[in-house]
């Protein structure tokens, strides 16, 4: 099955600097890649996705970049604000499977 | 905003009793999941359901675990025979379009199972 790794397991930022966590996938017939942000004690949820047609996308402080040929993708986080402190997961779907595979998850914390 | 909603937020039981965790999707969702994550740990997918039947599931999702629509509006997982291993945050989710549609999970605010 697919197999996702994230890294790091923790990361912690001053408030304004960039935060970056990236996540590795085994399968290349993966095709949709979201990413979670899950406070503690709270339901996981989305902030932004990609798939596996696009390299890029951005929202507002928010960004994923994907490369399918080095079965990639990353969370790019700018101008970090203590409220960003939370867990991250990534994500993965493969071919035409309904699951997600989650990544083990990233503890950020962000001081001001 | 329409929330998938689940219930109880919190049960404790003994080893080999039944449990049975309940969701109610958004309502013009057609896909619904169990996920459940152990404490501080990743989160895992169980099973998926679409048209009154299971349309994948795990390998933790064994002859312990069943899921059943029993009307328009709920989703539940039933655990038999709880084993100790079973203590995690059960979430279900749901989403309007299929899997392959780019159909984005919602995810409820978790059931937390204590086995003890």
């Known amino acids: 099955g697919e197999n996702v790794e994230q890294h790091p397991s923790t990361l912690s930022v001053q408030e304004g600097d960039s935060a970056v966590i990236k996540c590795t996938y085994s399968d290349s017939a993966s095709n949709y890649f979201p990413w979670y942000k899950q406070e503690l004690g709270k339901r996981p949820q989305l902030i932004i996705d990609i798939r596996s047609n696009v390299g890029e996308k951005k929202d507002q402080r928010i960004a994923v970049t994907l490369n399918k040929t080095a079965k990639h993708f990353s969370l790019h986080i700018t101008e970090t604000q203590p409220e960003d402190s939370a867990v991250y997961f990534c994500?993965?779907?493969?071919?035409?499977?309904?699951?997600?595979?989650f990544g083990t998850g990233t503890r950020l914390q962000v001081t001001l | 905003e329409p929330e998938v909603t689940q219930t109880p937020s919190h049960q404790v039981t003994q080893m080999g009793q039944e449990v049975i965790l309940r969701c109610v999707p958004i309502s013009n969702h057609l896909y619904f999941y169990w996920y459940r994550q152990i404490l501080g740990q990743k989160v895992e997918f169980l099973v998926s359901f679409y048209n009154n039947e299971i349309s994948e599931k795990s390998e933790i999702f064994d002859d312990q675990f069943s899921v059943e629509r029993p009307d328009g509006s709920n989703f539940t997982l039933k655990i038999r025979s709880t084993k100790l291993e079973d203590s995690a945050m059960y979430f279900c989710a749901s989403s309007v379009l299929s899997p392959l549609g780019g159909g984005e999970l919602f995810f409820g605010e978790g059931s937390r199972l204590t086995v003890l």
């Open positions: 994500a993965v779907r493969t071919g035409t499977a309904s699951k997600l595979t």
